[in-house]
């Protein structure tokens, strides 16, 4: 039998853009993209500056206002809940203006948060490789891009060379096979992939998610699949490029334009993974069967259908996921085998690079419309972008969140990670973000994860509830 030649995606990307084998591990990789937040970027700029560097290609470097900013409609150019935002958002700021950078200030038309913008304004492409100093950088894998987190001295060695040093992991296929039935989305996918091999299953490899359920998700969900691989340890999560992804990045600002997106497009074409290309690791899970997802734990694997009961620690595979279980029950204040919804909330959060784009405001205003917010609830809306937040007030949907009862508010980070403001503190959030750990969003804040029709469902009836049963 003749043995496979097929490439995947991510060696084909990987190939390309190898400027030298360093050992039998790793390679000089091109960077293509650097993203800079004030958080960690402001860092990273203090660092090249006091080093007496200058960025090597600014056109290459896109820095943004939104991991510290205040979310408060009518914010100003340095309102923070952190102590140390104020500095941070400046600092980036000045150093932005000073080396000419593509910059994104809190108060401009495209701000947002990273990992929507990117995407959204065409800074990332299919074949593109990205890096920006947070770990969901892999969200941008969405679009087809080999995008992943790095740390401040790594983006300090990006400005000044735009090149990394990367060992090459092994490839894992999911196939999310079937159709998704109404009321289940993106979130519960990679929810039930997360639950299924666990928070650690990821390790060591590249990720690519394929089937006919990823086919048929818009790029949205997609971008929302790729955004939780690093909840299950992968540092690259992608979905390989396709004519949905063109359509998607066609016009947009700093997409290729004539002649160039005709070129750009052609090769974009030749990325998908052939065939009869192998890989390291492949799962299948059956899409047909999905139900909505909710997490019940203090990790992302500690998940199930929203219809099951808080499982038994004694259920666990080994020790060390029993004693995680006994300390999740004690956090989370719950019990075994009574079942998670009914669960009463005090907070129904939607916010997050995983899930505030357009799609995402549309499930949830599905829920909301005509509805209200169960009295003693805290409601919180922050659109992942402004470009999402103008045109969700434009097809109306800033109403319905209103009128149900949902605080509206500018885009920014907000509350999906705790940076100072203690709102959360001590009650339980079901939240649409990407990280249930333990004060994740406030000192003892217990968060389950879901989708944002989920968690607009919970918002009406002051508990966890199915979204299925309010449609």
Request: with cysteine.
């Amino acid at each position: 039998m003749k043995p496979p030649t097929g490439t995947t995606f991510f060696d084909k990307v990987w190939r390309d853009h190898v400027i030298a084998k360093l050992d039998q591990e790793s390679d000089l990789i091109q960077v293509d993209r650097l993203v800079l937040h004030e958080l960690s970027g402001s860092q990273a700029l203090r660092a090249l500056e006091e080093a007496g560097r200058k960025p090597i290609s600014r056109g290459q470097v896109f820095t943004v206002i939104e991991h510290l900013i205040s979310t408060q409609p009518g914010r100003g150019p340095c309102d923070s809940v952190s102590s140390s935002g104020p500095a941070m958002i400046q600092t980036t700021r000045d150093a932005s203006k000073k080396y000419g950078l593509h910059f994104i200030d809190y108060d401009d038309p495209r701000q947002g948060i990273a990992h929507v913008v990117a995407p959204e304004l065409g800074i990332a492409f299919p074949g593109a490789t990205l890096v920006c100093c947070d770990s969901h950088t892999s969200t941008i894998g969405g679009v087809g891009a080999l995008a992943w987190g790095i740390g401040a001295s790594e983006a300090e060695h990006v400005l000044a060379t735009q090149t990394l040093a990367q060992a090459k992991p092994k490839t894992m296929r999911v196939n999310f096979e079937g159709t998704l039935r109404p009321g289940v989305f993106a979130k519960d996918m990679i929810l039930a992939l997360i639950g299924t091999i666990g928070a650690q299953g990821g390790i060591g490899y590249a990720t690519e998610y394929a089937g006919s359920a990823v086919r048929d998700l818009p790029i949205d969900g997609r971008l929302t699949l790729c955004n939780m691989s690093i909840e299950f340890s992968c540092k690259y999560g992608f979905v390989a490029p396709d004519e949905k992804t063109f359509a998607y990045l066609k016009g947009a600002e700093f997409s290729p334009k004539g002649a160039a997106w005709e070129k750009a497009t052609s090769y974009w074409r030749t990325l998908k993974t052939d065939d009869d290309a192998v890989f390291d690791k492949e799962i299948t899970i059956d899409c047909d069967a999905l139900e909505p997802q909710v997490t019940w734990g203090i990790s992302p694997q500690q998940v199930g259908s929203i219809r099951a009961t808080v499982p038994r620690p004694s259920q666990a595979v080994d020790k060390e996921a029993n004693a995680l279980g006994e300390r999740a029950l004690t956090y989370m204040k719950l019990h075994a085998d009574e079942p998670i919804r009914g669960t009463p909330i005090d907070v129904a959060y939607i916010g997050s690079c995983t899930n505030a784009r357009l799609t995402d405001l549309r499930a949830a205003a599905q829920i909301l419309k005509g509805r209200k917010v169960k009295a003693g609830i805290q409601a919180i809306c922050v659109p992942g972008s402004t470009p999402v937040k103008r045109a969700a007030e434009a097809e109306g949907i800033d109403k319905i969140f209103k009128d149900a009862g949902f605080e509206w508010h500018e885009s920014a980070c907000g509350f999906c990670g705790h940076i100072g403001d203690n709102r959360f503190a001590d009650l339980r959030v079901i939240s649409t973000t990407n990280r249930n750990f333990e004060s994740r969003q406030g000192p003892k804040t217990r968060t389950h994860l879901a989708s944002p029709a989920t968690v607009a469902a919970s918002a009406i009836m002051g508990c966890i509830a199915d979204a299925r049963e309010l449609s």
